[in-house]
């Protein structure tokens, strides 16, 4: 096993993982339920509507479209209004009477009046769609309706003399007089009336007209005045939602009628209650029905990976795997002769490996059964799973959230380590999804190489970890060490890396600047944390957009410290194998192998500067002198050029300034010279303060250092862990494999 899964590291090494934003697919699945009509002369109708009696969903006539053929064309109504289109994304638009007042010259008398009135009990009139319009020269208008079961009225009011002063173009209350419609209104009249019978006007305006239109589909002209006589009905837009009740009542109902693979979303609750349904990300379908919402082959599009690269589509989402000969690098598919001698050597051995395994795999492969449960063990003490066990009795409360999982568990979990369940691979292995029994959905990550002089820096490492607990760095929730490299169990992060927000075009531009700064103060909080507010100062060593996750609310958290090493507080720098991502890797650590926290800060400066451009940390895809962005960003401030560089769509007049002392903030954090560059703790200040500098644009300084402080001392927990016990197990021997492995004890136990 350990084997194959090395085969495929060497070929399928990279993997961008990406969801897909809007899909743009034909629509070919169903929209109404099985043997029911699916539309009406040229509109479609979309269960929960429906033409025939069992088509529509129960318990409401509101869903009903009468699909009338009176005038020899099907027609699709509701009530009494024609239906011109209707939504799955919950809304219908309907052509709707207008209200009227019209006036006989001769004798002054109203001869035609009428109120229109919409009676759809359970829809809203959209308040973002529509307007609220009363057209005449000698009018006032109301518009009633219910809000909460009382009655509401808003009225419009124009005169005029003389027709000349009746601008087309502007319906501003000369001869037309629009509002605003209030949320939530339902049972909706409108009524109009005139002040002196159109006697003074009835020559270019003899009637009142009171609507409700689509905003994009009106545009005032005067010869409205008279024409719209004509125009007995107007198209507006109506909200419609499921029930009465919101998701969280209606989930544990037998009525729910949301489909596999949707979410469920409340009406604005001033809209009053009810709710909707959408497919998940990556599905695609109508998700009121049961089986409605049916997953993407993202790959089918042309061209959504680049040339390097070969599409694989996944439930709910899609990969972009580097082919064969090629392996990720930055976010970029590099070709492995780069790195020939390292895996010349690597192949070789496998070879070698290969030969010898064929030999005797056959031979002792029942000795090799009856061994394996002894194997585990021994793969389990190796592990350091008794230290951990020690340590975690030592620890005994504050340790109470950490298990250790067995490899059962683990295989079940993930179905068997399957493919559909792989989230993400790189240099470092290979992360999965899984389910735990109780339904916690988590990602379990398999390192590639077990080193062994690390399990007792592993140890320590892991237990450092399950006591941090900062709601910006991703929790451990245990691990398993009863398999040749141990395996760490984390949460489940829902909403991709921080990379995958930035330089996907769809995301990136919903990433707002108040975004980008949220997420960026989180981070150098985490990290400051990490550094300085725990006994032993943590480097995490591969700060990147990659390693930061984001979930649904945008909360982000620090992952991946396969790379970090403690560094006891008494000890500044650690000399280390050069380790980490190019593009974010700090340039005096690669020169001296001396590892110090400044290396963070270096890296969280690229991180910030890609937050700022949006473009990414290394990219061959740019000229030479552009490739490194941390330089061409440099360049850039020394030239003054900032304004160039950034991402468009987040600058706004009012956060130039934040933008400039950002900008300024990553430049130092860039410094070639680590002494040079702000501490994290003084970054996480820094940030916090232009935080809070958007959100009160006049508050002093005084105050925002206060909070600055505030914010830093929460997130500092007592922490107390013996850092001396754990580094006692020293073992030597450097495996490749565990069929290495298992020889070597087919060897001993001879
Ligand atoms: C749909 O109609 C066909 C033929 O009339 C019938 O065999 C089938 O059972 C119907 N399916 C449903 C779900 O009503
Ligand atoms: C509506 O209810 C009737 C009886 O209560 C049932 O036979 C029918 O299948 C239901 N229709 C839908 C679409 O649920
Ligand atoms: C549908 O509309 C037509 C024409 O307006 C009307 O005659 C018929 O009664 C309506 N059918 C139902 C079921 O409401
Ligand atoms: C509507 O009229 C067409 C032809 O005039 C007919 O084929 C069709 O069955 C009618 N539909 C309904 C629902 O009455
Ligand atoms: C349409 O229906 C409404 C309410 O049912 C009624 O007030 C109105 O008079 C009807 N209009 C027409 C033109 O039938
Ligand atoms: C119906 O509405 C949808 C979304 O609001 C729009 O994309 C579509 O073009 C509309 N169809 C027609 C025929 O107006
Ligand atoms: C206006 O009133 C006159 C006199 O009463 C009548 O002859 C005429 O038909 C009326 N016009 C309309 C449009 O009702
Ligand atoms: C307006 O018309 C109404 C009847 O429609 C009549 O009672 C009233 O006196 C008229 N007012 C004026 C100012 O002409
Ligand atoms: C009054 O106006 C309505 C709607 O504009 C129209 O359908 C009706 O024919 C008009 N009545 C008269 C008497 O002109
Ligand atoms: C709808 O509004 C009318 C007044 O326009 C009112 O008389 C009626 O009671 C209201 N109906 C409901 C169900 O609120
Ligand atoms: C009124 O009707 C005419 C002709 O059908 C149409 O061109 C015009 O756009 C309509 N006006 C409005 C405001 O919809
Ligand atoms: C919600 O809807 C149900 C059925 O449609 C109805 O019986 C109930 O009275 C409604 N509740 C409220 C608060 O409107």
């Given at each position: 096993m350990g084997f194959h899964s090395m085969l495929v590291q060497l070929t399928w090494v990279g993997v961008i993982l990406s969801f897909m934003a809007a899909a743009a697919a034909a629509?070919?699945?169903?929209?109404?339920?099985?043997?029911?009509?699916?539309?009406c002369g040229d509109v479609k109708i979309p269960y929960p509507f429906?033409?025939?009696?069992?088509c529509f969903l129960n318990?409401?006539?509101?869903?009903?479209?009468?699909?009338?053929?009176s005038s020899g064309q099907p027609q699709p109504l509701t009530g009494n209004l024609t239906v011109t289109n209707i939504s799955i994304q919950g809304q219908i638009e309907i052509m709707m009477f207008k209200a009227e007042d019209c006036y006989n010259?001769?004798?002054?008398?109203?001869w035609n009046k009428t109120t229109a009135k919409l009676k759809i009990p359970s829809f809203t009139i959209s308040v973002i769609e529509n307007k609220f319009v009363a057209v005449g020269c000698d009018t006032y208008a109301f518009l009633i309706g219910n809000l909460n079961d009382q009655q509401f009225s808003i009225g419009c009011l124009s005169q005029c003399?003389?027709?000349?002063n009746v601008a087309s173009?502007?319906?501003?209350?000369?001869g037309c007089c629009q509002l605003d419609i209030p949320e939530g209104l339902k049972n909706v009249s409108l009524i109009t009336y005139s002040f002196e019978n159109h006697t003074q006007v009835w020559n270019f305006n003899p009637c009142s007209f009171a609507f409700v239109i689509r905003k994009d589909k009106f545009n005032f002209y005067s010869d409205y005045l008279t024409?719209?006589?004509?125009?007995?009905t107007l198209p507006m837009v109506l909200d419609w939602a499921i029930g009465n009740e919101t998701c969280k009542v209606a989930?544990?109902?037998?009525?729910?009628i949301c489909g596999a693979n949707t979410i469920c979303i409340d009406l604005n609750p001033i809209n009053g209650p009810g709710y909707h349904c959408e497919c998940k990300k990556g599905y695609l379908g109508n998700?009121?029905?049961?089986?409605g919402c049916q997953e993407i082959d993202?790959?089918?599009?042309?061209?959504?990976?680049?040339?390097k690269q070969i599409c694989v589509n996944r439930p709910g989402y899609y990969e972009c795997l580097c082919i064969k000969g090629y392996h990720l690098e930055s976010a970029v598919c590099v070709s492995d002769q780069s790195s020939l001698a390292i895996h010349l050597a690597v192949g070789i051995s496998i070879i070698g490996l290969l030969i010898l395994l064929l030999g005797c795999s056959s031979i002792y492969w029942g000795l090799k059964k009856r061994k394996l449960i002894k194997l585990k063990e021994k793969f389990f003490q190796q592990n350091g799973g008794l230290l951990l066990k020690q340590q975690l009795s030592n620890h005994q409360k504050s340790m109470e959230t950490t298990k250790i999982f067995t490899t059962e568990e683990l295989k079940k979990a993930t179905n068997n380590y399957d493919?559909?369940?792989?989230?993400g691979q790189g240099s470092y292995g290979t992360v999965y999804r899984g389910v735990l029994p109780d339904k916690t959905m988590v990602a379990i990550k398999k390192s590639k190489i077990g080193d062994q002089s690390q399990i007792g820096q592993f140890i320590n490492e892991m237990i450092v970890l399950t006591q941090i607990?900062?709601?910006n760095v991703v929790k451990l929730f245990g691990c398993c060490l009863e398999t040749e490299v141990p395996l760490l169990v984390y949460e489940f992060i829902t909403n991709g890396t921080l990379s995958n927000h930035v330089h996907d075009k769809s995301l990136s531009s919903l990433l707002s600047w108040e975004k980008r700064l949220k997420i960026a103060t989180e981070i150098a909080g985490a990290l400051a944390y990490l550094h300085s507010s725990t006994s032993i100062s943590i480097i995490?060593?591969?700060?990147?957009t990659m390693n930061i996750l984001l979930d649904d609310n945008y909360t982000s958290k620090v992952a991946d410290f396969g790379a970090s090493r403690l560094v006891p507080l008494d000890q500044t720098e650690l000399n280390t194998l050069v380790q980490g991502t190019l593009g974010y890797l700090d340039p005096e650590y690669m020169q001296t192998?001396?590892?110090?926290e400044k290396s963070d800060v270096y890296s969280f400066g690229v991180v910030m500067a890609e937050l700022l451009t949006?473009?990414?940390?290394?990219?061959?895809?740019?000229p030479e002198i552009d490739r490194n962005l941390a330089i061409s960003f440099m360049t850039a401030i020394k030239e003054d050029r900032l304004f160039q560089i950034l991402?468009?769509?987040?600058?706004?007049e009012d956060n130039i300034k934040q933008l400039k002392e950002f900008a300024n903030l990553a430049k130092s954090c860039l410094s070639?010279?680590?002494?040079d560059r702000p501490s994290m703790k003084e970054v996480a200040m820094e940030l916090e303060r232009l935080r809070s500098m958007g959100k009160h644009?006049?508050?002093n300084i005084d105050v925002c250092a206060k909070k600055t402080e505030c914010f830093l001392s929460a997130s500092s927990h007592s922490f107390n862990i013996d850092v001396?016990?754990?580094?006692s197990t020293s073992t030597t021997a450097e495996y490749d494999s565990i069929e290495d492995h298992l020889l070597k004890h087919v060897e001993d136990g001879r």
């Open positions: 629509t070919a699945f169903p929209l109404a339920l099985p043997n029911c009509t699916d539309r429906g033409i025939t009696e069992g318990g409401t006539r509101d869903f009903f479209i009468n699909c009338s053929n010259y001769t004798n002054g008398m109203s003399q003389n027709i000349r173009g502007s319906c501003s209350g000369i024409s719209l006589q004509g125009n007995e989930q544990n109902k037998p009525n729910y998700p009121y029905l049961k089986d993202e790959c089918k599009e042309t061209n959504i990976c680049t040339d493919e559909s369940s792989v989230l607990n900062h709601r995490h060593r591969d700060v990147k192998s001396q590892l110090t949006g473009k990414k940390a290394l990219s061959f895809d740019r991402e468009n769509h987040i600058v706004n070639l010279r680590g002494e644009p006049l508050g001396g016990t754990g580094c």
